[in-house]
C-alpha cells in the first residue's frame, strides 16, 4: 500500500495542505481538517464494516425516531433562541483567530 501521496502536510500553509484554490476556500467561513492517523488494522475493520452494512451482511443502526418524532424534533429546536455568554464569546473567538 502506497502511503505519504495523498497525506495533508500539516506544516504547509492550508492552501497547500488541502490542495484547494485559494478563491474556494475563501468562500467559507470555517473549514475543519481532519488528521487521520494511518492504522492499517482500523482502516481495515472500518471499511470492512462499512462494506458489510451496505451488503446487508452486517446491521446498520436502528431507527430510533419516527418521522413525525424527527418532524416534531424539529419543529421544537426552531423555537429555541440559544445564547452564548461574553466569556464564551471572547473565547470562540480566540479560537477561531488561532485556526
Known amino acids: 500500500m502506497r502511503r505519504g501521496g ?12 488541502l490542495a484547494l484554490a485559494a478563491p474556494i476556500l475563501s468562500c467559507f467561513d470555517l473549514y475543519v481538517v481532519i488528521l487521520d492517523e494511518y492504522n492499517e488494522l482500523a482502516d481495515y475493520n472500518i471499511s470492512k464494516h462499512i462494506l458489510d452494512v451496505h451488503r446487508c451482511e452486517e446491521a446498520g443502526f ?7 418524532e424527527f418532524q416534531l424534533y424539529v419543529r421544537v429546536a426552531r423555537t429555541l433562541n440559544p445564547t452564548i455568554s461574553e466569556e464564551n464569546k471572547e473565547v470562540l473567538v480566540e479560537c477561531y483567530r488561532n485556526l
Open 6 to 17: 495523498n497525506r495533508c502536510r500539516i506544516y504547509n500553509t492550508r492552501v497547500v495542505a
Open 62 to 68: 436502528d431507527v430510533v425516531f419516527t418521522t413525525q
